[in-house]
């Protein structure tokens, strides 16, 4: 939808007006010599810009450090420091030219542009004009980039514009732009976000009917969607950052800066669950199991990398019985079984066969894949086990840790555990839980009653264990549900910005589904099993964990898929598909 401000963006347009848009003291090409226009976004676009790491921070906190509205600073894409600590820092990137931060696709297109004369290349961000414009030219110039104009998103516009979102003022630009060189019959716009390469059709659309009706040529205009090309920072780098924008924001709140904004914030950690972590290369030998024996499971989700504690953190005194976190306990694969072909598992005993262990669940076992509709705690309705061969026999160790994600808090907020208690609890239950220090812990026996909890803490487990009776296995909290976007006060359900795993808008942030992986709405996520714990109490560490997998690195398109500037446009989307909607959230 095109606003009334840019309908009515029909200044004076000549070169020198055009060129107070541009960061760049350069001289702008004659209006005559220039008639198609190339237009290329900055982040995720032409630059794989760093996002929020989802296996850091809770799925509330990944909204919230990308909205504008928590933060007295503004948060992720406001503060240049975040930019700057790409790679390995602003100072050492640039020597290198940020090797191995590109979307080469477009660089080759962007130098394409360079060599057309007739051609007028832009670099065009929402990115604001007065915290990144010099932090993007040593970028772009680093890589050997030329741009005719290099358009950042100022706080008024040349003509006294003020800019609602970041589609408007891209919007008006464009205008400025095609206003000023009437020469021009095509523009190029090239855009990973969905809902932006919307705008800009509505754009052209609208632009087109209004030359129509003043006897005037239409342009053609293309919008190139791009595949989005994002990553992460380092992790440690990561937290340090977003430890300086809560510290900038703490110390504005203490000046007594007025407005909506003005709780003082701290990081804490949300324990999802506690458990014998599996080491990677015993979950492939674990998930191997599933080829031999249950060839049915190919199409099912697999995970084989833990044997569940506890949902949440593990009262202290069942952690002192079974060593404390990072403790090691070995195990030995007795069985494999199934229920209703959409849940697998394999049935473990310690070893050696008297060693103290306590298991959420009453049969200790490793949950080795779900089918579609089915969540992991349907392992614990398991009764029919098969032996594993002899042949078969899989012993492994695995190291007692939490799954730890980081959240961003008011500090003035509830202590931890409460806070937990609402951010893990199970919506779904109908049955009030006891509190964990209320927990009877049970051993093994004849009788284990049908309580709506039960953990079990065992000596001694025959070889199989025993039928898994009682209800409560695998229950337990995740991501909460609900979330708003925008706006936060950190309040009980956790509200404060719907998270995603792409960057959002600034301007126009929607709501999402998104949940936590593994069990089901309010879930514990059995994905990520190598987080090292955090201590509790002083413990030391016994031995490290193994290291977090490595991140994924986003694949570029095939050759082929981009057209060359001046080229047709071409057919469908670029190969790797839509990026998720990234709207205007810097």
């Avoid at 504005?252 to 950690?269: E, H, S, T």
């Amino acid at each position: 939808m095109v606003s009334d401000q840019v309908i009515r963006a029909d200044h004076g347009h000549t070169l020198t007006s055009l060129s107070r848009w541009s960061v760049l003291d350069k001289k702008l090409p004659p209006v005559d010599a220039i008639t198609t226009i190339h237009v290329y976004d900055f982040d995720n676009t032409l630059f794989k810009t760093p996002l929020p790491n989802s296996k850091l921070w809770n799925t509330p906190t990944v909204g919230q450090l990308m909205s504008a509205d928590i933060f007295i600073n503004g948060g992720w894409w406001h503060d240049p420091r975040i930019l700057s600590a790409t790679g390995e820092g602003v100072e050492t990137e640039e020597k290198r030219a940020w090797d191995g931060w590109w979307n080469e696709k477009i660089v080759e297109l962007v130098q394409l542009s360079m060599q057309q004369d007739d051609a007028l290349t832009i670099l065009l961000t929402g990115r604001s004009e007065k915290g990144f414009s010099q932090l993007i030219k040593r970028i772009v110039a680093s890589k050997g980039l030329k741009f005719d104009i290099i358009g950042l998103k100022p706080a008024v516009g040349p003509n006294n514009e003020r800019f609602q979102s970041t589609m408007e003022f891209k919007q008006i630009f464009l205008k400025a732009v095609l206003g000023t060189y009437t020469s021009t019959n095509e523009m190029r716009i090239y855009e990973d976000r969905p809902k932006h390469v919307d705008g800009f059709r509505d754009f052209f659309n609208n632009y087109n009917k209004d030359l129509v009706s003043r006897g005037l040529n239409p342009i053609i205009g293309h919008v190139q969607p791009v595949a989005e090309l994002s990553t992460t920072l380092d992790p440690v780098v990561e937290v340090a950052e977003v430890q300086h924008l809560i510290n900038a924001h703490n110390i504005a709140i203490a000046k007594d800066r007025k407005g909506g904004r003005n709780a003082r914030l701290v990081i804490k950690k949300a324990v999802f669950f506690t458990s014998y972590m599996i080491q990677p290369a015993d979950s492939k030998r674990l998930a191997s199991l599933l080829q031999t024996m249950a060839p049915e499971s190919k199409d099912a989700r697999v995970f084989a990398n833990t044997i569940l504690i506890t949902a949440r953190s593990c009262p202290q005194h069942i952690l002192d019985k079974i060593g404390g976190l990072n403790s090691k306990m070995r195990w030995e694969v007795t069985d494999i079984g199934s229920h209703q072909t959409a849940a697998w598992a394999a049935r473990v005993r310690p070893v050696p066969a008297n060693a103290v262990y306590h298991t959420d669940s009453q049969t200790p076992h490793v949950v080795l894949a779900v089918g579609k509709g089915a969540r992991p705690h349907d392992a614990n309705k398991i009764r029919r086990w098969r032996q594993i061969p002899p042949e078969q026999a899989i012993v492994f160790d695995t190291t007692v840790g939490e799954k730890v994600l980081l959240r961003i808090d008011r500090e003035d907020q509830d202590g931890d555990d409460d806070q937990q208690d609402r951010l893990l609890a199970h919506k779904g239950s109908k049955r009030k839980l006891p509190n964990d220090d209320d927990r009877q812990v049970r051993h093994h026996g004849r009788d284990h009653g049908n309580s709506a909890r039960e953990h079990y803490t065992s000596s001694h487990q025959g070889r199989g264990g025993a039928d898994n009776r009682g209800r409560g296995g695998y229950r337990g909290g995740g991501a909460p549900r609900g979330n708003r976007g925008g706006r936060g006060n950190f309040k009980g359900s956790g509200r404060g910005g719907k998270g995603a795993h792409g960057y959002r808008s600034l301007d126009d942030v929607e709501t999402r589904e998104s949940s936590q992986s593994g069990y089901g709405p309010s879930a514990v996520s059995y994905d990520d099993n190598s987080f090292p714990a955090l201590p509790q109490g002083g413990l030391p560490f016994q031995q490290p964990l193994p290291p977090p997998p490595p991140y994924y690195t986003p694949q570029f398109p095939a050759p082929g898929q981009w057209p060359a500037p001046g080229g047709s446009a071409p057919q469908g989307r670029p190969a790797g598909g839509p990026g998720p909607d990234l709207q205007s959230f810097y």
